[in-house]
Every structure is written in C-alpha cells, then in structure tokens.
C-alpha cells in the first residue's frame, strides 16, 4: 500500500494539475482581473480565507487515527462523530442567523477561537473532552461555510461597489486554490505525523498557528458587517413551503441527502478500512484531494463548448459511479478477503465523482431554489443529510467491525439505488426544462465558474 498511495498520488497529481493550467490558459482576461483595487481586495480575503481552509484540512487526514491512537474502540468513536454531526445539524440551522447577529468579522474571529480550542481538546485522551471538541468543531465549520462568504459578499457589493458579476470571479478562483490546499494540506500532516514521527496529533497542533493568524488578519485587515435581521422560524417556514410545493426541490433535496450522507459515512470508513495495512494516510489524504480536483477539471471540460453536457448528465454519472465504487467496496472488504488495493481505488472513484457532483447540484440549486429561499431550503436538506449519517454511524457502533464495515457500504449502496431513482424522475421533470440547460458557450468562456 505503501508504494500503491504514492504512485496514485504522484499520477493524480500530473493529472490534475494538466486539466487546472489548461483551463487557466484558456480563460479570458476580463476587467476584474486588471482593476487594482478589486485585487488588493481579493488579496484580503484570500489571505484570512486560506488560511483557514488550510488549518481545516490539516486535521483530515489523521481525525479518526488519533482517536484510535488513543485506544478507542470503533464504536466510541462512531459516538464522536455523531456528536459532530449533531453539532452540525444545530448550529448548521442556525450558523447564518448567528453571523448576521453577531456580525461577520467578529463571527470569521469566533471560528479561529472555537476551532484552536478544538484543536488543543485532541491533545486530551479523555473521552468526554474530545466529544466537546468534536461539538466546537462543528460549531466551527458552520461559522467557516457561512461567515466568510457572507462578508466578502457584503464588502464587494456594499462598501466598495465592484459590479455582482465579478462575484464569481472571486469564489471560482476560491475553490481552486481551495483544491491546492486541500492536496498540500495532507502532504504537510503525513510529513509531522508520519516522517518526523510526531504522531497524529501533529497536524491538530499545526493547525494552531493558522487558525491564529486567520483571526488576527481578519481583525487587523477587516472591518465589521452586518446581514439584516431575520427570524430563524420564517426562514425555515419559507424554506419549507418551497421545498413542498416545488418537486424539483424535493428531488434535489433527496438526492443531496442520499448522497452527502453515503460521502459522510465514507470519511469516517476510509481510515479503518485502509490503515491496517499501512499506507500513509496523509498521502492517501492528498490523493483523495487531488482526485476530487480531477473531477472539478472534467465538469468544466464536460460542459464546454466541445462536449456541452448538461449538469444533470453529470450529477447522474456521478451518483452511478459512487455506486459504483460502493459495490466494490462490498466485495474488498468482505472479512478475511480484504483487498486494499481495490478499495482505495473504489475510494478515489468516490472523490472523482464528488469532484463532478458538487458544481452540478450547485448549478441545479441555483436554477432550481430561488435565491430567496436558498438558506432555509439548505436547512431542511442538512436534517435528512445529517440524520442519515448519524444513523450510519449508530449502526456501526452496535456491529462487529469487519462485518459491520462491509454491511455498512451494502446499505450505502442501497442509498445510492434510491438516489439514481430521485435522479431519473428528476430528469423526467426538467427534461424540457431550458432554464436549467447551460447555455451553448459563445467563445472560450468558463460557464462553470460562477457554480464552482
């Protein structure tokens, strides 16, 4: 396994970066991109976001190693995670309503705070400390998925009055970089964790530093915004008569809950499926990533003007190509007939199709939710999304573990059997849907950026 993750990383790695500085060539200058002030701007939030990008993804690759480093069996440590998860469901309803009360900046400050808290809870081997830090980190990435966007926004459109179609611009290049780190992230874990021997709390403590410098930045180079005030009950009362009365909604919602849930439950299984023979998990981390950023290159290739495939098509290979992976994954680790190989393959299959996933339910999202309706249908989503990986990780804690493992990914496979039969009736429904067709590209453009 050893020389299997360095060789799929070294060739995803050439891959991906091919597909990204192809694109990059291809892409026309506009005036965004010359405006002094819009980029020094840029250069503001980039540098308080990537560094919390870069302290979230330290603790990937090595979350469920140290808990088993602590002598944890697998079903205490399905608990944590479902603390997580739970934690994400509360403060995911309520993330947006806090950062708009509290205000952004202070909110981007809070999450540096709450997040190096739960970085230093990894360092205790009680249990009920790290089940609190599974909670903060939780409260953490709310404030991380909301608080940034959401003071960028406000900056660019209100206090400086760059035009709105720049905003894409800005979250396009965003993700890329958020790729690159995601990659780097895992190689930097695996060289403390593993080559200086450091253990896996390394990365947690690693992540320290970053996440001071994000709030430090953010405080020093920042200033303060507000969102409107708005009751958490009428956006969530909105959110659902929209989902109800809409069938293209409620589809979209059941396919986002399947899949997100089989993706969750999938980075809890990686690691005890892969760590008993020995690879590094850091590399195996980066290639995991590198992956996903394989899969984000063929979307926007998938919908040029060359190939011009519809972001249906592509969310129903995606689905098709987890269950895919999952089916796979039934046989590599059926208890003593384990195929590492095999399933570190059917796993960075999952990742290609998240890569492809993503930017098509956000294209769909867009089209499909209206925008005013967009934060309390997405907390309606986050409950059957959260409750169904907490319920997968209920079931493991009550198995035995090999069998467990294996009957999880049957289940999950199952999972994705219903999320390809939402897709075919989504795709009943919109088929002569134009609104949510991209349009034939005129000239080299990147119809994808706004969605990525």
């Not at 200086?196 to 709030?215: D, E, K, N, Q, R």
């Not at 002569?432 to 990147?446: H, I, K, S």
Request: charged share 15%.
């Amino acid at each position: 396994m050893l020389f299997t993750a360095y060789a799929a990383f070294a060739i995803l790695l050439a891959v991906c970066l091919g597909l990204e500085f192809s694109a990059c060539r291809s892409k026309l200058t506009g005036s965004a991109c010359t405006n002094p002030a819009f980029l020094q701007f840029q250069r503001d939030y980039y540098q308080v976001y990537f560094l919390a990008l870069a302290a979230d993804w330290l603790q990937g690759p090595y979350l469920y190693k140290l808990y088993q480093h602590y002598r944890f069996l697998e079903g205490q440590i399905a608990i944590i995670y479902v603390c997580g998860f739970a934690s994400s469901v509360l403060f995911g309803l309520v993330s947006t309503s806090l950062v708009d009360w509290l205000g952004r900046k202070k909110s981007c400050i809070l999450f540096s705070l709450t997040y190096s808290i739960c970085c230093i809870t990894k360092l205790s081997w009680d249990y009920f400390v790290l089940v609190v830090g599974r909670i903060l980190g939780g409260l953490s990435t709310a404030l991380l998925f909301s608080a940034f966007e959401a003071w960028y926004v406000h900056e660019h459109v209100e206090r400086y009055d760059f035009p709105a179609e720049w905003i894409p611009a800005t979250f396009s290049r965003a993700a890329f970089w958020n790729n690159v780190i995601a990659v780097g992230a895992g190689v930097v874990a695996n060289f403390f964790a593993e080559w200086l021997g450091l253990g896996p709390v390394a990365p947690f403590m690693v992540s320290i530093p970053l996440l001071m410098l994000t709030g430090i930045f953010a405080m020093k180079n920042w200033d303060e915004n507000y969102g409107k005030k708005r009751a958490l009950s009428k956006t969530c009362m909105d959110g659902l008569k929209c989902l109800l009365s809409d069938r293209r909604v409620l589809l979209l919602g059941t396919i986002q809950a399947l899949f997100e849930s089989v993706i969750y439950i999938f980075i809890f299984l990686w690691t005890p499926v892969l760590d008993p023979h020995g690879p590094p998990l850091g590399i195996v981390f980066s290639s995991f990533m590198a992956a996903s950023m394989v899969g984000s290159s063929l979307y926007r290739i998938a919908i040029s003007k060359r190939y011009h495939l519809q972001p249906i098509h592509i969310l129903s290979l995606s689905v098709l190509m987890v269950f895919f992976s999952l089916f796979m994954l039934t046989f590599s680790t059926n208890p003593g007939q384990e195929s590492p190989s095999e399933s570190f393959l059917a796993f960075l299959l999952i990742e290609l199709s998240c890569g492809l996933y993503f930017p098509a339910m956000g294209f769909l999202r867009r089209k499909v939710i209206p925008e005013k309706d967009q934060v309390g249908v997405m907390n309606w989503f986050r409950i059957p999304l959260n409750l169904l990986a907490c319920l997968g990780m209920l079931i493991l804690h009550d198995s035995d573990y090999k069998t467990g493992t294996r009957n999880m990914f049957t289940i999950c496979s199952v999972m994705m059997v219903m999320a390809l039969l939402a897709v075919v009736s989504l795709f009943t429904v919109v088929r002569n849907n134009a609104e949510l067709r991209v349009p034939a590209p005129q000239g080299q453009t990147d119809p994808s950026s706004p969605e990525l």
